[in-house]
């Protein structure tokens, strides 16, 4: 009797106070009738109401949400014993906390808020996450699986994943395709029919093939096995790729095993033609991925290395540069070219491999730089200009991965010059592949500079480094040159059996090549030349502030490389006597060259000295060439690039923010998304930083300005900074994002010349992209659509003989 009576009371109190609320805020409307005490009494009774009314609401919100996810959970782990178990249940017994959860499936928006993953999964409800995780032994035991049943439960999340994924992806597409055409429509229905057997059966058969090669890039394996010249007759020696094929047979590989099972032995599983198709595929998905992000990013440099030999062709490797959606410049490469004698055809290559083949549009290209020996310097100047022609933008630049004096003395194109350069290359490289050579070196050189021994510990330190590339290469030959040739003569003519004789006839050849007198004269002229842009050369590939106002000093450079050869006579000169004093100290005959010689032999005119001779055939022209490829590198519109870099705060603090970026920032107008606002907000970009807080730094680089929060409240500014960062003239700011060019050193250097392939290259340079097999499988089925039957892929190998009964 109590209890209803008691209950119907709280239904009245609830009606009453439901009432209450009701009548309330009608009084309200005119506050002046009620006393303010009386107000304000209605007012906080109502909000305590409506607090505990929200507070009940949220609490039931709450709990009913707890059972939803429990449920979800328990149907994407399967888990069985759990299935019959309602949600009530399921929520008492597993309370949830984030500890029953892996941190990565953690999601932390805010300080105060945290989220789940869609994919998070309790780990009391995750048959495999303990294995892996140390901590586990302090959760709930649960049911030790064997490793069969742990990889079938991980097989069917991935299958799941895979399917769901596949399913949103097909969702998209088909919406895409139906506000095409009707035509549009007609091939979508085409692709809709289901696969058969026999289909599905040669997808996954091609898909095998596709691992095999990728594994071979990724590990860098050639294609071909054994060099061998004869094998005995009926012997039959499989390549790797088929080697390869056959393990993975034994490994299991039913699809594979089904395809080959009745094949003899002595027949090739995939012709050369179909790995050559199918490695050119594999190549163009992989560049595709990073063609992607270029295109994204819009603006873009291209950048030439030097000249390769692959498989008895010459190559010219391409890279690009471009500021990805992270703000990061970073440097990949793309591929290789080939390389054609003729200026003008490679010009024409150039541009249409790049458009038409790669898909780039060169209407976003924004620099480029080549990066070659002086036998092909002339030939890559003109397919410069002619890029230029057509895109104007596309600017002649530094590359900052070769000093500027390196970068001029390949260019000069002098024979004498290119000969010293290859010969100080193979010298470099002798030493720095036997430790040993070295140590006699660092002997050597302690002995000629016992009087000087902090120069003969810098010159130690610099041996061991790759010094040839360095903005001072020829001052450091010059003060070699005494300890390299005494070391090399002294390996050449050891009696004992110290040294291989590889290493014996290296030295002996390299030591006669120091020792020419053409070769002095010539590191000597190149030495007193570049020493007038050595400084200069060295800010270009400093801080962003040294590139600005080295910028700058480019005419002082100029003046004084011309003043030198308005009185190149008293230069050559002092430059001749030079040489003429080492060549003495290394006992050196001085003389015309034999070449020389040879040619004039009878006719020799006897006021044809060795100065005269060396002054007109080496130090005019070379200096001619230096002025005349300054101009080139840094024209008017480069320097006006250049002057934009004082939109970086570091520079702008030094030029204590009287700076007018907009006068140089009209060749990128069209680039910017509002150009009419431009100097508008320029200048709230100097008040920004002149106004600054006193902890605040100046960033002092590009990259770190592009990392700044607020750069996209700056859009115009943005925009020239992403431009000029991809300049090739500009560092790399992080070395992880330079990993292209090191990758490809790498593989150039740990493959032989007959074992390169340019499809295997960019796979094992480029290891690290995402490979899409079905892809790779469907642009297969599609360009070679005779070629899926893998009865007519069986051929007779090349080193066997089939005979009849086989």
């Known amino acids: 009797m109590c209890e209803p009576a008691q209950a119907g009371h709280r239904n009245n109190n609830r009606t009453t106070d439901k009432m209450q609320r009701v009548n309330l805020f009608p009084l309200s409307r005119d506050p002046g009738d009620l006393h303010s005490s009386t107000w304000a009494e209605a007012r906080r009774q109502h909000g305590a109401q409506s607090l505990l009314v929200r507070k009940r609401r949220r609490k039931k919100r709450s709990w009913a949400c707890c059972l939803y996810l429990c449920q979800r959970w328990v149907e994407n782990c399967r888990r069985a014993d759990l299935e019959d178990k309602t949600p009530d249940q399921l929520n008492k017994h597993y309370r949830l906390c984030a500890k029953h959860f892996e941190t990565s499936m953690i999601c932390r928006s805010s300080p105060y808020r945290t989220v789940l993953r869609d994919n998070a999964v309790p780990t009391i409800f995750d048959l495999t996450s303990h294995l892996n995780n140390p901590h586990s032994r302090h959760r709930k ?24 994924e596949q399913a949103t992806q097909e969702l998209n597409e088909s919406n895409e395709r139906n506000t095409v055409s009707e035509e549009g429509g007609e091939e979508q229905e085409e692709e809709a029919v289901p696969l058969t057997l026999e289909e599905r059966e040669n997808k996954d058969y091609l898909k095998s093939l596709f691992e095999i090669l990728i594994l071979m890039g990724k590990q860098n394996i050639p294609l071909d096995g054994h060099n061998v010249v004869e094998l005995p007759e009926g012997i039959f020696t499989s390549d790797n790729f088929q080697a390869l094929l056959e393990y993975r047979i034994n490994a299991g590989d039913e699809v594979l095993r089904k395809r080959f099972e009745m094949t003899a032995v002595n027949l090739e599983y995939c012709s050369k033609t179909q790995q050559k198709q199918m490695l050119e595929i594999c190549e163009s998905c992989v560049r595709e991925e990073t063609l992607r992000e270029v295109r994204d990013s819009h603006f873009f440099s291209i950048v030439t290395d030097e000249v390769v030999d692959i498989a008895g062709e010459e190559h010219l490797p391409v890279l690009v540069r471009f500021v990805d959606d992270s703000h990061n410049l970073r440097e990949e490469f793309i591929g ?45 100047k003109v397919v410069a200009t002619r890029v230029l022609e057509k895109y104007p933008q596309a600017v002649y630049t530094l590359c900052s991965s070769c000093a500027l004096n390196v970068w001029l003395a390949k260019s000069v194109p002098v024979v004498g010059v290119s ?126 502030s040294d590139v600005f106002f080295a910028a700058g000093s480019l005419t002082a450079v100029l003046h004084s490389l011309n003043e030198v050869m308005e009185n190149i006579e008293v230069y050559h000169e002092f430059w001749f006597e030079e040489a003429t004093n080492l060549a003495t100290k290394l006992d050196v005959q001085i003389k015309l060259p034999g070449k020389f010689r040879r040619a004039h032999q009878g006719n020799l005119d006897s006021e044809v000295t060795s100065e005269n001779y060396y002054k007109e055939i080496l130090s005019v022209p070379t200096v001619e060439h230096i002025i005349q490829e300054l101009k080139d590198i840094f024209s008017e519109q480069h320097l006006k690039a250049l002057k934009c870099l004082s939109l970086v705060p570091s520079v702008m603090g030094q030029l204590k923010f009287n ?88 593989y150039l250097k740990n493959t032989l010349t007959e074992q390169r392939s340019s499809n295997l290259a960019l796979l094992n340079i480029n290891f690290d992209i995402k490979h899409d097999l079905d892809l790779m499988v469907d642009t297969y089925i599609k360009l070679y659509p005779g070629k899926v039957e893998f009865q007519e892929d069986f051929i007779p190998s090349n080193n066997s003989e089939v005979t009849e009964d086989a």
Not at 141 to 164: G, P, V, W
Not at 351 to 373: D, F, P
Request: glycine fraction near 4%; hydrophobic fraction near 40%; aromatic fraction near 10%.
């Open 659 to 746: 700076t007018s970026e907009e006068h140089h920032a009209d060749m990128y107008k069209n680039d910017l998304p509002n150009p009419d606002t431009l100097s508008a907000e320029l200048h709230c970009w100097r008040i920004k930083w002149k106004h600054r807080g006193k902890d605040i730094e100046l960033p002092a680089t590009i990259y770190e300005a592009l990392h700044l929060p607020d750069i996209k409240f700056f859009p115009n500014v943005y925009a020239l900074l992403k431009v000029l960062s991809i300049l090739p003239v500009m560092k790399v700011e992080n070395e992880k994002y330079e990993i292209g060019r090191k990758r490809l050193k790498a």
């Open 141 to 164: 035991r649960i049911k030790e699986l064997s490793e069969d049943e742990i990889r079938t439960l991980k097989q069917q999340k991935i299958e799941e994943a895979f399917e769901r």
């Open 336 to 380: 290789f070219l080939p390389y054609e004698a003729d200026p003008e055809i490679l010009a024409v290559k150039f541009h249409t491999t790049i458009t038409e083949k790669w898909g780039l549009n060169m209407e976003y290209c924004r620099g480029q730089a080549y990066i070659v020996s002086s036998g092909f310097a002339s030939k890559m």
């Open 419 to 544: 000969i010293a350069l290859g010969t100080i290359e193979e010298v470099c490289c002798l030493f720095n592949q036997s430790p040993q050579l070295l140590v006699e070196l660092d002997n050597m050189i302690s002995v000629l500079f016992q009087n000087n021994k902090e120069k003969g510990n810098e010159l130690k330190e610099i041996c061991r480094s790759q010094w040839t590339g360095r903005h001072d290469t020829f001052e450091v030959l010059v003060d070699l040159m005494q300890a390299l040739v005494l070391c090399l003569d002294a390996v050449s003519s050891d009696s004992s059996v110290r040294w291989n004789n590889f290493i014996v006839g290296r030295a002996f050849v390299l030591s006669s090549a120091l020792t020419d007198f053409d070769f002095i004269v010539t590191i000597v002229i190149l030495k007193n030349v570049l020493s007038f842009t050595r400084a200069f050369g060295k800010n270009l590939q400093g801080q962003t």
